[in-house]
C-alpha cells in the first residue's frame, strides 16, 4: 500500500505562487512516475504534470506550461509542483498521484495511487 500526502495549499491572489508537495510512503518510490492532477467543481479531473520516475523526464498541460514546475526529491520521496503567475482558473483541488511504471504518462487511469488532495484558490 502506497500513501500519497498533499500539502502547500491555501489561497493567494492572481500573479501569486504557491508550492504544492506529496509525501510518499512506497520505498521504490525512485522508479515511480509521478503526476499532478486537478479537479474544478463542477468539472472533470484534468492532468497537470508529470514526472519521470528518474526525475528525466517531464510534461505539463499547455495551460500552465511556462508557469509551472514539477520536479522530485528522490531522498526525501517527495514530488513538488511550483506554481507561479497563478489565474484564477487555476482554482481547483490538486491531486498526487504515482504509477507502478517510470515512464511519464498524463492518462490518470495509469496511476494507480493517489493522495486525498490540496484545495488551491486563486482570486483576481
Known amino acids: 500500500q502506497v500513501q500519497l500526502v498533499e500539502s502547500g495549499g491555501g489561497s493567494v491572489q492572481a500573479g501569486g505562487s504557491l508550492r504544492l508537495s506529496c509525501a510518499a510512503s512506497?520505498?521504490?518510490?525512485?522508479?515511480?512516475?509521478m503526476g499532478w492532477f486537478r479537479q474544478a467543481p463542477g468539472k472533470e479531473r484534468e492532468f497537470v504534470s508529470t514526472?519521470?520516475?528518474?526525475?528525466?523526464?517531464?510534461y505539463y498541460a499547455d495551460s500552465v506550461k511556462g508557469r509551472f514546475a514539477i520536479s522530485r526529491d528522490i531522498g526525501k520521496n517527495t514530488v513538488y509542483l511550483q506554481m507561479n503567475d497563478l489565474k484564477p482558473e487555476d482554482t481547483a483541488v490538486y491531486y498526487c498521484?504515482?504509477?507502478?511504471?517510470?515512464?511519464?504518462?498524463?492518462?490518470?487511469?495509469?496511476?494507480?495511487?493517489w493522495g486525498q488532495g490540496t484545495q488551491v484558490t486563486v482570486s483576481s
Open positions: 512506497r520505498r521504490t518510490f525512485s522508479t515511480d512516475a
Open positions: 514526472i519521470a520516475g528518474s526525475g528525466a523526464t517531464t
Open positions: 498521484a504515482a504509477a507502478l511504471s517510470p515512464v511519464i504518462t498524463a492518462t490518470p487511469s495509469r496511476y494507480t495511487y
